[in-house]
Every structure is written in C-alpha cells, then in structure tokens.
C-alpha cells in the first residue's frame, strides 16, 4: 500500500493511521435507498412520462443516467482524501457564488422559477451544488478559527447571508431552509455559548416571518397549511391528494405498482411528493421501513464522521449528514403536512439531477473519511499506514 502525505492544519497534529476500507454498511444503505429511488420513479413516473413523451421509461432512464453520473463522482471523491477538498474551498465557494448570480442573468437561467442554470447544454441547480460548497468552506475556516466571540461570525455570516438570499429569491425558500439549519448544525459545534444561538432564534423567525407575509406566493402556502381541503381544488391540490394516498395506503398498502394518485391526481408525485406514492402503495409499514433506512444511514455517517482522526474531517462529515438529514425531514415533514408546501426532494429517491448527482459526491466523500476511521484497538502493530492529522 502507498504511503501518501496527508496535510496537517494549524490546530493539528499529525500521527500515522492504517487506510481502513470504506464502511461497508454507509455503502449498502445508500445503495439500498438509490436502487429504492429508481424504482419508484418507474413507478411513480411512469404514467406522466408516457404522457409526455410517449415513453414510459424516460424519467427512470434520465434518473439512470444521472445515477450513473453520480456513482462515477462517488467513485472520485471515495478515491480522493477528504483534505483535497480543504484546498479548494475557497474557490469552491466563489464559484457557486457566481453560479447563483448567473440563475438570473437573461439566456442562462430556465425553468420560470429560476433555480436552474444551462451551460455547454448540460441544465442543473447551482443551490445544489452550493450546499456542499458552503459546508467545504464552513469546514475549512471552523477548523481554522473556532468561533469563540461574536467577532468570529463575521467570515461565516458574511457568506451565509448572501447564499441565502440569493437563493431564496430564486425564489426556493426549502434549500435556503436547509442551508441555514445546515450552517446552524455546523456553528453549534464551535465553541460560541449555546445561549447566543437562542438569542438568535426568535430574532430570525421574526425576519422570516416577514419576508413569507410580504411574498404573496409563500403566505398562501401558510394559509393552505392551515387548511388544506378548503382550497382542495386550487393550491392545496397536491397536500390534499397526498392525505388521500397515505389514506388509500393504510398499514400494508396497495401494493407495487397499484397507487392511482400516480395517475394525473397528485401533482409533483415522481419528485417532491414521491413519499406519498410509498405511502400509497406500501402504506405505513413501508413507510416507517423507508424512513429507518434513511436513519440508519444518517446514524452511519455521523459515526464515521466522529471517527475520523482530524478535525476538518469531522467538521465536513458532520455537515454534509447534517444537510441531507435536514432536507430529508423537511421532505417528509411537507409531504405528511406537518410543515407548509415547499419544492425539496427527497434524497436518493426523488427525480433529479442535480440531487442525485450531488448527494452521491457528497456520500463518497463521507465514505473518503471512513477510510481514515480510528481502527478498533487491536496487539498488533500495523506495518502499513497513512499521515492524517488529529
């Protein structure tokens, strides 16, 4: 085995690790929930992409091929160790920046609603690609600099804020939700004394609350929240169906293949509500499955994130499992209509690009830092090892 030089940071120290094999049970749930995802989306998608395109497997194809891109960028970033991306962080973060720009510049952003940019004819979401950008940084200059005063939150939400906003008025107020819960998760592991986050809460509930009631759009998400059935043939067409096929599903479901809100009935059914058709068709119990998968998922990645030896490494594992965790509540908080209606996808499961492409990089590389797991205490002496640092 080679002997390759990881780089040490200020705050570490460097010491000699035997390169473990990446964590077999982070690869199988994540394969377990990818090959899950396409089936639902022949499912699901199924009715829909026959209907517009005369082809009842193009969106599982087009998922496929993204699935694909996808494994290739896992097989990339499992190969590359984690502190390769600690170099670039910094570019990284410039570069999404512009992206996020470009969304609304004429000729380049798509789709009406703007989240989407088209370059060298390849379409995809700079806020996804964001996400992981912002964790790299906040990973770099955390590990760096712990935040101790409020001083030290000058460099953090001096980008955060403009992310946010950015993104926001795309306008995708569910990814901005998911980036700052993201960047809460990562600031509450510096060493700023938890009562300031308190502080803070109520201060930024009531600047949300402002920007939803003054965004015509958003405030009657709230109000079709509230009640859903009276607005049952409009707005709240897609909560209101979604209660019906859990409904429909019951504790054993429909079965594969049977749902029938699929057929024109539920809007958005093969992307945002794709786990209402689980509902439907695999009813509680096959629900309650599916969200354990994603649990023992996100238990793996945490405990392979604590496990690393380095402290950027950590930093990183614990926000990229932090972001999809969060994205995959706010998921399925929406679609069970325990929070208001917003467009999120369901990690590994839902159709998109971008998601998929994204989630899978971001899973190779907590699956990089598994490789530089402590080992389990043993009398031997290894003969082959690696420098990271601690």
């Known amino acids: 085995m080679r002997q390759r030089r990881v780089p040490k940071s200020k705050s570490n120290k460097a010491v000699r690790v035997r390169l473990q094999k990446p964590d077999f049970y982070l690869f199988f749930f994540a394969l377990a929930l990818l090959a899950f995802g396409l089936l639902m989306v022949l499912d699901a998608g199924a009715f829909r992409s026959f209907k517009y395109t005369e082809n009842a497997f193009h969106f599982v194809l087009q998922q496929l091929r993204w699935a694909l891109i996808g494994c290739v960028l896992a097989y990339i970033t499992i190969r590359i160790p984690f502190t ?18 470009m969304v609304f510049l004429n000729g380049i952003g798509t789709n009406g609603s703007v989240r989407w940019v088209k370059i060298a004819g390849i379409q995809f979401q700079p806020s996804e690609f964001c996400k992981l950008a912002l964790i790299v940084f906040y990973a770099k200059i955390l590990d760096r600099r712990p935040v101790r005063t409020l001083k030290d939150l000058i460099i953090p939400l001096g980008v955060l804020i403009p992310v946010m906003l950015l993104v926001f008025k795309q306008p995708d107020l569910g990814t901005t939700m998911v980036i700052g819960l993201t960047a809460v998760a990562m600031l509450l592991q510096t060493e700023l004394p938890t009562r300031w986050f308190a502080i803070t809460a109520p201060v930024v509930a009531v600047a949300l609350y402002f920007l939803i009631r003054h965004t015509e759009y958003q405030w009657q998400r709230i ?11 409009n707005e709240g067409l897609q909560v209101v169906n979604a209660q019906i096929a859990f409904g429909t599903g019951g504790i054993f479901g429909v079965g594969l293949g049977q749902s029938l809100q699929k057929f024109g009935f539920l809007p958005e059914n093969y992307t945002d509500t794709i786990f209402a058709i689980v ?5 509680f119990l096959g629900s309650i499955a599916l969200i354990a998968l994603f649990v023992c998922l996100f238990v793996r990645c ?5 496990l690393c030896p380095d402290r950027f490494g950590r930093l990183l594992g614990y926000g990229i499992t932090s972001a999809l965790a969060i994205q995959t509540v706010i998921n399925l908080a929406v679609v069970t209509g325990v929070m208001p209606l917003t467009g999120i996808t369901l990690p590994l499961i839902s159709y998109g690009g971008s998601s998929l492409s994204v989630t899978l990089a971001e899973l190779g590389i907590i699956l990089n830092i598994s490789r530089y797991r402590k080992p389990k205490v ?3 002496i290894p003969q082959q090892s690696r420098q990271v640092t601690v």
């Open 279 to 283: 509902g439907e068709e695999f009813g």
């Open 378 to 380: 043993t009398t031997e």
């Open 223 to 233: 109000l079709v929240w509230f009640d859903p059935w009276k607005y049952a043939a």
């Open 302 to 306: 945490y405990k392979m994130s604590r």
């Open 84 to 101: 390769f991306w600690k170099k670039y962080a910094n570019l990284a973060m410039a570069v999404s920046l512009g992206l996020l720009i």
